[in-house]
């Protein structure tokens, strides 16, 4: 496994634990009965870390190791 691996599984790791994190803070908030652009909008950035986070996770540990492909 390279570092560019690794760096996107780490990145992936962190990324489901924030999902399940801001999944309880929506449940929180429909219980509150918030409606609005905000629980919108940690809907939509819990998605989007799940491929966010692990192009993160690849370029950094591309960089550390100083191969960038090939």
Request: hydrophobic share 55%.
């Amino acid at each position: 496994m390279s570092a560019v691996d690794i760096g996107a599984l780490v990145g992936f790791c962190f990324a489901a634990v924030e999902f399940v994190l801001f999944g309880i803070f929506l449940r929180r908030a429909k219980a509150r009965e918030e409606t609005g652009r905000g629980p919108r909008a940690l809907n939509w950035l819990r998605w989007a870390q799940l491929v966010i986070y692990p192009v993160i996770g690849s370029l950094v540990g591309a960089a550390v190791t100083g191969k960038f492909g090939g």
